[in-house]
């Protein structure tokens, strides 16, 4: 029996789903290609960024597939050659498909503001997040105090989430550094009126309240215009600091406007109602133009649903239509709070936090087993340094 191969390409959660959604069909020959052999998962990367476990974050991508028939393989794919049916990688290594799915993700924009891609700090990769920690240590060490403000971009999920969890990780890395403890400020600037602008209003109300209560500053409708080694001008007006966070902006990923893709208003790639970009190239995640993409949930869907749809082709059976499915909200700031949202329900505090948790190990669930699942999940609790001061400081 001849197989049909299938190149999927990017190791998130759309194209990590969809691999092992597929290879329990002996029908066909899955190959997934990407350019990290780490599966990040987003969610508690802000975590990682203060204290937490990197393990929490970072998963080799060899995990998932140990004892499936999925042939990973590691490059940047950047040409595709539609006639041939190849996908051409960065290396120069050419993989032929029958059926193409593309889940690379998005990019980090900066919008063409001066300064912010040589000075800002971001947390959307591993090596970004040890950049970050690095030089929140390396203060601590050089100046023996704290940065006078730590600025944070990005009024959406994960700058909030970084700014509710920064107050508490500055305080014990004071301490474990032996420095007396000294107010910070902690500043979150969003261009919008508002934090969360695609949100409810009443969400915007609860996190702000929340934030407040934290000493997070908050400048709602500024926006950033430069940034230099020492300062980031926001409205006009400077604000001093070493320590910017850029979490404001992504864009798609440039691999589709490279090679020619139909893209909407919104950057998105235009596909059809079974996500299917043009003939066997099917579109998933952050890349397509569905109503809820950006989250990790619609994502790990979409991949389950592509997966699904070859299935029932390879069976004779015709496809299912796409059906977006109205995603949970569920964002912690600080400790042991978090704010979960879906439609029109709302709860927050502890049981939110719950929530995100049960929401973690549900997800982690999506990838493994129940068991290794839990064992994954349980990296959530714990910290870690790499630093050498705070590892006698925790040691002591
Ligand atoms: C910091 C942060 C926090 C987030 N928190 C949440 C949250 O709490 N809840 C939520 O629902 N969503 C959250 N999101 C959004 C969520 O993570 C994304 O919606 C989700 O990752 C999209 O999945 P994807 O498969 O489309 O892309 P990704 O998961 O980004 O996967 C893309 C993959 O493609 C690879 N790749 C990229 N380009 C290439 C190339 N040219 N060749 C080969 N491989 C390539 C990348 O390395 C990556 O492995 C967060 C995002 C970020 C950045």
Not at 22 to 36: A, E, G, H, K, P
Request: hydrophobic share 40%; proline share 4%; glycine share 10%.
């Amino acid at each position: 029996m001849k197989k049909e191969r299938v190149l999927i390409v990017g190791g998130g959660f759309g194209g990590v789903k969809a691999a092992l959604e597929l290879c329990d069909d002996n029908r066909f020959d899955v190959t997934l290609l990407s350019d990290d052999h780490n599966f990040r998962y987003y969610p508690t990367l802000y975590h990682a960024a203060t204290g937490g476990k990197r393990a929490n974050a970072i998963i080799p991508l060899a995990t998932f597939f140990a004892k499936r028939s999925v042939t990973l393989v590691t490059g940047t794919a950047t040409t595709l050659d539609r006639k041939a049916k190849t996908i051409t990688t960065s290396q120069g290594e050419v993989h032929d498909y029958d059926t193409l799915i593309l889940a690379l993700g998005v990019v980090t924009n900066y919008f063409g503001i001066p300064g912010l891609a040589e000075f800002s700090y971001g947390i959307k990769s591993a090596e970004q997040v040890e950049r970050f920690k690095a030089h929140l240590h390396q203060q601590l060490v050089d100046d023996h105090k704290p940065d006078l403000n730590y600025v944070i971009v990005g009024g959406g999920p994960t700058g909030i989430e970084l700014a509710g969890a920064l107050p508490q990780y500055l305080k014990q890395l004071m301490r474990s550094h032996g420095i007396q403890h000294r107010q910070v400020h902690i500043d979150l600037v969003e261009a919008a009126p508002r934090l969360m602008p695609k949100a409810p209003r009443d969400v915007a109300r609860v996190l702000s309240r929340r934030l407040r209560r934290l000493g997070v500053r908050l400048h709602v409708g500024k926006v950033v215009q430069g940034q230099t080694a020492n300062r980031l001008t926001v409205s006009g007006k400077p604000i001093q600091s070493h320590t910017v966070i850029w979490t404001a902006g992504v864009t798609n990923n440039p691999f589709f406007s490279d090679n020619g893709f139909v893209l909407t208003k919104r950057g998105k790639v235009a596909t059809d109602i079974y996500l299917q970009a043009e003939d066997n190239i099917f579109v998933l995640g952050d890349n397509a133009n569905t109503p809820h993409s950006g989250l990790a949930q619609t994502a790990v869907t979409d991949g389950k649903f592509v997966a699904d749809n070859l299935k029932r082709r390879i069976h004779g059976r015709s496809y299912k239509s796409y059906a977006a499915e109205e995603p949970w909200n569920v964002i912690p700031v600080g400790k042991h709070w978090a704010f979960a949202s879906r439609g029109s329900f709302r709860t927050y505090g502890i049981l939110g936090w719950f929530l995100r948790e049960a929401a973690d190990l549900v997800a982690f669930h999506d990838y493994e087993p129940w068991q290794a699942a839990g064992k994954q999940w349980l990296t959530e609790f714990g910290s870690e340094e790499s630093c050498q001061i705070c590892q006698t400081a925790i040691g002591e």
